[in-house]
């Protein structure tokens, strides 16, 4: 509970910013930069060491990547400009797993239901964002890349370095403790605020007029389409218990808060990105609860 109010504080509160004339114009960029180059490599190097590697629950990765790609293959065949097509598939490709999909699913299937989410999001939507996330957001934004400009920026890019850096110190043995890991407790503690502060700084409820057709397109794909898709190979594949739901239940989570951040720092679409995000959090409530329902 304290996860959801936290994320309607924050939007809110950057939604209150935004009046305030003092509040220089180009916030939310400074406030994604500390984001990627720092909240988010904290609470990558804080998480995957906690993680048991299991191959049973390595099919649960398959969830957020073939739903990535299946927005990336939709979107793309649109005739919209690039700057839609990439904050689309940045936005309703990818889901809010961890922030919102943690408590939910923890309080709806308990530890059981929380494990599986944990791998549902770290070697896949986690991994996604920093590696095919940043192909997309590059190829749809206004700069070409060559291809190996475009790969030493993937490896370079924060998160996808910290990944890396993270997995390598966990295979030798290492785990944060002590002082370091309230550390990195503190500094991961900041993303959710920050980004949410971001997003409500660039919502205006007015941009519904311009932006309502696409923004319409990306929360039925993600909040309907998505999960039902989802529900349909859990069922034919006869995983009708805890993994099953708990894969449903996250491909029903809404859009996710660092594609957002990526989306508009690529300026692919901000305002749309934004709308994606900060509708799509409140509304993914009640289709949440339709979801368990159906369940």
């Given at each position: 509970?304290?996860?959801?109010?936290?994320?309607f504080?924050?939007?809110?509160?950057?939604?209150?910013?935004?009046?305030?004339?003092?509040?220089?114009?180009?916030?939310?960029?400074?406030?994604?930069?500390?984001?990627?180059y720092?909240?988010?490599?904290?609470?990558?190097f804080?998480?995957?060491?906690?993680?048991?590697?299991?191959p049973?629950?390595?099919?649960?990765?398959?969830?957020p990547?073939?739903?990535?790609?299946?927005?990336?293959?939709?979107?793309?065949k649109?005739?919209?400009?690039?700057?839609?097509?990439?904050?689309?598939?940045?936005t309703a490709g990818?889901?809010n797993?961890?922030?919102?999909g943690?408590?939910?699913?923890?309080?709806?299937y308990?530890?059981e239901?929380?494990r599986?989410?944990?791998?549902?999001?770290?070697?896949?939507?986690?991994?996604i964002?920093?590696?095919?996330?940043?192909?997309?957001?590059n190829?749809?934004?206004?700069g070409?890349l060559?291809?190996?400009?475009?790969?030493?920026?993937?490896?370079?890019?924060?998160?996808?370095?910290?990944?890396?850096?993270?997995?390598?110190?966990?295979?030798?043995?290492?785990k944060?403790?002590g002082?370091?890991?309230?550390?990195l407790?503190?500094?991961?503690?900041?993303?959710?605020?920050?980004?949410?502060i971001s997003?409500?700084?660039?919502?205006r409820l007015?941009?519904?007029?311009?932006?309502?057709?696409y923004?319409?397109?990306?929360?039925?794909?993600?909040?309907?389409?998505?999960?039902?898709?989802?529900l349909?190979?859990?069922?034919?594949?006869?995983?009708?218990g805890?993994?099953?739901?708990?894969?449903?239940?996250e491909?029903?989570?809404?859009?996710?808060?660092?594609?957002?951040?990526v989306?508009?720092?690529?300026?692919?679409?901000?305002?749309?990105?934004?709308?994606m995000?900060?509708?799509?959090?409140?509304l993914?409530?009640?289709?949440?609860l339709?979801?368990?329902?159906i369940?």
């Amino acid at each position: 509970m304290a996860n959801l109010l936290i994320i309607f504080l924050s939007l809110l509160l950057g939604i209150g910013l935004r009046r305030i004339k003092s509040v220089p114009e180009n916030a939310p960029q400074t406030l994604n930069q500390i984001i990627l180059y720092v909240a988010l490599p904290a609470l990558i190097f804080k998480s995957i060491p906690g993680l048991h590697w299991n191959p049973e629950l390595m099919a649960l990765c398959l969830v957020p990547w073939f739903i990535f790609f299946l927005a990336w293959g939709v979107f793309a065949k649109t005739t919209w400009s690039h700057e839609i097509k990439g904050a689309l598939i940045l936005t309703a490709g990818l889901g809010n797993t961890a922030f919102i999909g943690f408590p939910v699913i923890e309080a709806l299937y308990g530890t059981e239901g929380l494990r599986y989410a944990i791998f549902l999001d770290q070697p896949g939507t986690f991994l996604i964002v920093s590696s095919m996330g940043l192909v997309v957001a590059n190829k749809y934004s206004a700069g070409v890349l060559r291809k190996r400009d475009l790969a030493l920026r993937i490896i370079l890019f924060p998160p996808f370095l910290s990944f890396t850096i993270a997995l390598i110190l966990t295979s030798l043995g290492w785990k944060p403790s002590g002082t370091g890991e309230v550390i990195l407790d503190r500094l991961a503690g900041m993303l959710t605020p920050l980004a949410l502060i971001s997003v409500g700084l660039q919502l205006r409820l007015g941009d519904i007029r311009t932006e309502g057709k696409y923004l319409y397109a990306g929360l039925i794909f993600k909040l309907i389409i998505s999960p039902l898709i989802i529900l349909g190979f859990m069922k034919a594949l006869n995983l009708t218990g805890t993994f099953g739901r708990v894969a449903v239940m996250e491909a029903a989570m809404a859009p996710m808060v660092t594609s957002t951040i990526v989306a508009q720092a690529h300026n692919l679409r901000p305002k749309l990105a934004g709308l994606m995000l900060g509708l799509g959090v409140p509304l993914s409530f009640f289709t949440l609860l339709l979801w368990k329902w159906i369940l």
